[in-house]
C-alpha cells in the first residue's frame, strides 16, 4: 500500500505560479497512474491531471491545460503540478491520488484507490 502527501499549497495573486508536491512512501509508484484532482467548497471533486508513471504520458482536464504541467521524478519518487497562470476559479483544495492500474488513464474519482489528505490553493483576485 502506498501513502501519499501533498505538499506547496498557498496563497497566490491571480497570474501567479506554485507547485504541488506529491511524495509516496511505503512503496515506489511504479506502474502506477497518478492524478490530481481538486474540490472547491460546495462542488464535486473534478479531476486535474494524471501521469503514468512507467512511460509518462500525460491527461489534463481542459480547464488547465495550457496553464499546468504534471511532471514526475522518479529518484525521488514524487509527482509534481507546476501551476502557471492562476484564476480565482482554480481555488480549491488539490488531492494527489494513485491508481495501481497501469492500463487505463481515468478522470474519474472511483477509479483511484489511494488519496493523500489535500492542500489547499487559494488564488485572491
Known amino acids: 500500500q502506498v501513502q501519499l502527501v501533498e505538499s506547496g499549497g498557498g496563497l497566490v495573486q491571480t497570474g501567479g505560479s506554485l507547485r504541488l508536491s506529491c511524495a509516496a512512501s511505503?512503496?515506489?509508484?511504479?506502474?502506477?497512474?497518478v492524478g490530481w484532482f481538486r474540490q472547491a467548497p460546495g462542488k464535486e471533486r473534478e479531476f486535474v491531471s494524471a501521469?503514468?508513471?512507467?512511460?509518462?504520458?500525460?491527461l489534463y482536464a481542459d480547464s488547465v491545460k495550457g496553464r499546468f504541467t504534471i511532471s514526475r521524478d522518479v529518484a525521488r519518487n514524487t509527482v509534481y503540478l507546476q501551476m502557471s497562470s492562476l484564476r480565482p476559479e482554480d481555488t480549491a483544495v488539490y488531492y494527489c491520488?494513485?491508481?495501481?492500474?497501469?492500463?487505463?488513464?481515468?478522470?474519474?474519482?472511483?477509479?483511484?484507490?489511494?488519496w493523500g489528505q489535500g492542500t489547499q490553493v487559494t488564488v485572491s483576485s
Open positions: 491520488a494513485a491508481d495501481p492500474r497501469p492500463d487505463i488513464m481515468s478522470r474519474s474519482v472511483g477509479q483511484y484507490d489511494y
Open positions: 501521469v503514468s508513471w512507467s512511460e509518462g504520458f500525460t
Open positions: 511505503g512503496r515506489t509508484f511504479s506502474n502506477y497512474i
